[in-house]
């Protein structure tokens, strides 16, 4: 009769613990596997797994829509209605928090989107409001002297009564100002003017039309509003000067911007943050020409607190890296930076096509790990940023369904139905602490259980001998 020596014995019995092991750990891994599958899905349809581009469709997020001009602070936007009342999720993670430590998040709006599902989406996830028109020259004051505050009140109102903040834009822009303020004295163009007494004397009645405009504006919300567009978009590359060739510059050069911000200061106080608002800056030309002109006005002690970056790009371009280059440019002048108007549209610059209601996935999947990357970015650079405003909270009222051409597109977090589009959840950074701790998770309960199996052999064997 065959009898097995006890070294045999140990070997076989050693065998059998290492393959009992792998059976209970493969059992493990694909239970974990699933659980975590399933954990995935049911919090955050369509996330990027630890960078690579695994972005799972769901039916309410899947198409993004349930059912050298002057961009943004651009034209009243066209809005493409839903055809039912779209229900905003309370049930998932607010955008101000996720962010609360590291800079506030904001949105542009309109007066009637205090009321509604955007107001509910707003509530939830923004903690400061700009009015994407309300507060335009040519919407307080259209005309001289008449000053209407009723849109500018609402948008005011609405923030204080849900515990926000606003910014206000714009003090000066070249577009959206009443024709009144490049009239003279007799009703005629200022830039016509070819007499040099004649055309000081229209630079000093623009002068002073433009500083009762800001120090009224200014002082009615002063200790309301603390953050300024002073003024907005004056650098064009492609003007004498790098300057853009506006009203406001041909009548008075670059005293109307000094006047600007030396009203709002005198009005506001120190507490006023003021800001010069472009698109653009991360192109190094346009960049260059705005960092020089800031520099010449601060050395002449204009008070400029800030630059703030609109950042509307596309989903091509331009380079994260050319965008933090900018912001860290401007802070080497002492400078805060915002990012004052971001949007992200699903179609390059130069692309004049439309992909209608029915948005691809895998442009939706590209526009989230872009955005993800973007915010990557500005978390990393939080030192030098103090804040982020998207122009817009939702797709179904966005100024790119007009521009450049009239077609749907989607550049926001949420969708047309409100809904969280996949570019919402790469926002979203405890998702990879979430993920990598339940590998942790996973690699001790497979500790545990190979521990588990072996002690008792290891007991076994210590009593045999």
């Known amino acids: 009769m065959f009898r097995m020596s006890k070294l045999g014995r140990w070997a076989v019995t050693s065998v059998a613990t290492a393959v009992a092991a792998s059976v209970v750990l493969l059992l493990i891994v694909s239970y974990m596997d699933s659980r975590n599958k399933q954990a995935a899905e049911s919090q955050a349809p369509g996330t990027l797994e630890e960078g690579a581009a695994e972005l799972r469709g769901n039916p309410e997020v899947s198409n993004g829509n349930s059912s050298a001009e002057s961009p943004a602070s651009a034209n009243k936007p ?22 609360e430590e590291v800079f506030p998040i904001g949105a542009a709006i309109e007066p009637n989107q205090t009321n509604g599902p955007s107001s509910e989406l707003l509530k939830k996830h923004v903690r400061w409001l700009v009015a ?23 948008i005011v109102e609405y923030a204080k009564e849900n515990n926000m903040q606003v910014r206000f834009h714009t003090l000066v822009w070249h577009t959206q100002v009443g024709a009144w303020f490049f009239q003279d004295a007799e009703g005629k ?13 229209n630079k000093k009645l623009l002068l002073e039309r433009l500083d009762t405009h800001v120090r009224t504006i200014v002082g009615r919300y002063k200790g309301e509003i603390t953050s300024w567009d002073v003024v907005n978009e004056v650098i064009e590359p492609g003007d004498p000067d790098g300057m853009r060739a506006s009203e406001w510059y041909k009548i008075a050069d670059t005293d109307y911007i000094a006047t600007a911000f030396r ?43 800030g630059v703030g ?27 805060d930076n915002l990012v004052t108007e971001l949007d992200m549209s699903i179609y390059a610059w130069n ?38 405003v998207f122009w817009g909270i939702a797709d179904d009222h966005t ?5 450049p051409v009239a077609r749907t597109n989607a550049p926001l977090l949420f969708d047309q139905r409100h809904q969280p589009k996949p570019a919402f959840w790469l926002l979203r950074e405890d998702r990879v602490i979430n993920r990598r ?19 008792p052999k290891k007991r076994d064997k210590e009593k045999a001998e």
């Open 78 to 99: 066209a809005s493409t209605e839903p055809q039912a009342q779209p229900s905003v999720r309370q049930d998932i993670p607010s955008l101000h928090e996720l962010f």
């Open 132 to 154: 994407e028109n309300a507060m335009k020259p040519d919407e307080i004051q259209p005309s001289e002297g008449q000053f209407i505050w009723t849109n500018a009140d609402r």
């Open 189 to 201: 163009p200022m830039v016509d003017e070819t007499d040099p007494k004649r055309r000081e004397a």
């Open 263 to 305: 009203a709002a200061r005198e009005v506001g106080g120190p507490e006023a943050k003021l800001y010069i608002n472009d698109y653009g800056t991360d192109n190094p030309v346009k960049r260059d020409r705005l960092f020089q002109l800031v520099k010449d006005l601060l050395e002449q002690g204009v008070p400029i607190d």
């Open 309 to 335: 970056h609109q950042t509307h790009i596309d989903i091509y371009g331009p380079s994260v890296d050319s965008i933090i280059t900018s912001m860290r440019k401007f802070a080497e002048l002492g400078l």
């Open 351 to 388: 692309d004049r096509s439309d992909y209608g209601q029915d948005l691809p996935q895998e442009i939706l999947n590209l526009q989230a790990e872009r955005y993800g990357k973007l915010f990557k970015a500005f978390r990393q650079n939080k030192d030098i940023l103090s804040g982020v």
């Open 399 to 403: 100024w790119l369904h007009g521009f």
């Open 437 to 455: 701790y339940r590998r942790v998770e996973q690699a001790l309960w497979i500790n545990n259980c190979i521990a588990q199996c072996r002690l």
